[in-house]
C-alpha cells in the first residue's frame, strides 16, 4: 500500500474484524498512514494473515494483535485492556467485526436470529462501553462503527442482518450525542457492494463467511441478482478502509452521528 498520508501518526487504534475483509483493509490502511493499532479479531489465523501483510508493507513494527470474541463480555472488557496497555491509552476504535446469516425468515432459526444480533449489535456494544472510559481521556476520540446498505434498502434474505444494523446506526447516534461535550465522535459507515469475506465466503471463519452455509443453502449470486442493478459493481475492501481512515481522522472533524454510505451508487 502507497499512501503519502501521515494522519494518524502518534493515533492509537483498535479494530475488530481486524482479520479479514472489510477490518484487515482498515488494519493496514492506518498503520500506513503512521498510526498504531491493535487488531482483534476471533480468529487466530486471520489475525496472523494480517500481521504477514503488515509485515510485507514495513508497518508491522506498529502492530499488535488480540483474540477477541466481540459477543462475550469478558473476552470484550479483556481485549480492550489488552489494546489499551499495549498501546498505553485509545484515540480511536472501529468496530468492523460482524456475520451474517442468511435464510427465507420464515425458515430462520432463532439461535441464528440471535446470534447475528449477538455478535453484530451487542458485539458493538460490547466494545464501545468498554473503551468509552479510555477513550473519553484523549482530546478527539472516535468511534467508528459499522452499519450496512441493508439498514436502509431492501435485501432478501437478511431480515436479522438488516436490523442489527438498523440498530447499530441507531446506537450510533445516541452516542454521538450522549458524549458530545466530551469531544466524542460517532460515526457509522454503511458498506454495500464490497467484496470482502462476507460476501465471498472466503473469511477466516465460518462467524465471518456469508450466505451458503449447508443448513440454509441460499445462492449468493441470487441474492446479489435481486439488488438494484446499478452503480459501479463490486469494489475491494480499501474502499471503505479509505473513508474509515477519513472519518477518525482530523479531516472527518465536522462528522458526527451520522452514517456514509459507501457503495458505488448501487443504492439510489
Known sequence: MTTALSRY???????????????????LRLLAEGGSVVAADVSEEGLKATVSKAEQEGTAGRLATVVVDIADEDS????????????GGLDVLVNAAGILRAAHTHEMPLADW?????????GTFLMTREALPELLKTETPVVVNFSSTSAS??????AAYAASKGAIQSFTHAI????????????????GSISS??????????????????????????????????????????AVASVVAMLASEDGKFITGTEIRIDGGTHM
Open 197 to 238: 469475506g462476507m460476501t465471498d465466503a472466503s473469511g477466516t471463519s465460518k462467524e465471518n463467511v456469508g450466505p451458503g452455509f449447508p443448513e440454509h443453502d441460499v445462492d449468493w449470486n441470487l441474492i446479489m441478482k435481486l439488488l438494484p442493478a446499478i452503480g459501479q459493481g463490486f469494489a475491494g475492501p480499501e
Open 176 to 191: 454521538a450525542l450522549e458524549y458530545s461535550k466530551q469531544n466524542l465522535r460517532a460515526v457509522s459507515v454503511c458498506p
Open 114 to 122: 440471535n446470534r447475528v444480533l449477538t455478535v453484530n449489535l451487542t
Open 153 to 158: 434498502f431492501a435485501h432478501p434474505y437478511m
Open 9 to 27: 501518526a502518534g493515533r492509537r487504534v483498535l479494530i475488530t474484524g481486524g482479520g479479514s475483509g472489510i477490518g484487515q483493509a482498515t488494519v
Open 76 to 87: 470484550a472488557r479483556a481485549g480492550v485492556a489488552e489494546a489499551v496497555r499495549v498501546l
